[in-house]
């Protein structure tokens, strides 16, 4: 097992896992999962996620910006969509496709019934969702306790000798993430290999 995870300052967000930052993460004793889950909410429920259209933007973050970047994306993308007509089909959602020390790489995206007649021009375009086997962990509080809900999620995997692709979704099941937001439900699907 690799070493504690770097650390970070207390209003930094989380920094979600990944093959090229090592899942592994100092155990929270008597934590199995974290504290704000619900009845029936999943903590590596095994689904199968299908494949869908997705407006995106991307781009990239320093971990201490992340949630003003992430902020920014989503009204860009909203702006998009409002501008042509386009009805979301689904929560938004954050497709981290490379994470280190530093910061990341992600696609902001919101999912659509399908792809708008006319290609996006610049920073936003048209894609697919990551599909096949995941795991599916519920956070639930702010959007800096998900570092928490990560830490928890590496010993999981850990646990269950499970390997993730280098690819994680953060889905925001109640809406828009928004700074100050302390009630957010985040559904982290994590692709396994």
Do not use: C
């Not at 959602?93 to 790489?105: A, N, Q, S």
């Not at 992600?106 to 708008?116: E, L």
């Not at 962990?137 to 959007?143: M, T």
């Not at 994680?168 to 699907?189: H, M, R």
């Amino acid at each position: 097992t690799a070493g504690p995870a770097p650390a970070q300052n207390a209003d930094a967000p989380a920094k979600p896992p990944s093959e090229t930052m090592p899942l592994a993460a100092p155990p929270i004793p008597g934590l199995d999962a974290p504290g704000q889950l619900q009845p029936g909410d999943a903590f590596g429920a095994q689904v199968i996620l299908p494949e869908r259209t997705i407006v995106y933007l991307q781009s990239e973050s320093k971990w201490e910006s992340a949630q003003d970047t992430l902020i920014d994306s989503f009204k860009s993308l909203d702006e998009y969509l409002d501008k042509h007509g386009i009805k979301p089909n689904g929560p938004p959602m954050t497709i981290y496709t490379e994470t280190d020390d530093t910061g990341f790489r992600f696609r902001a995206a919101v999912p659509v019934a399908q792809a708008p007649k006319d290609a996006p021009k610049g920073d936003i375009a048209v894609g697919k969702t990551p599909s096949g086997k995941a795991l599916k962990f519920v956070h639930r509080g702010s959007y800096e306790a998900l570092d928490s809900t990560y830490e928890a999620i590496t010993d999981y995997l850990d646990d269950k000798g499970l390997d993730a692709k280098d690819v994680f979704i953060e889905e925001y099941a109640s809406g828009p993430l928004q700074a100050g937001d302390d009630k957010l439900v985040v559904n982290v699907f994590v692709p396994v290999k």
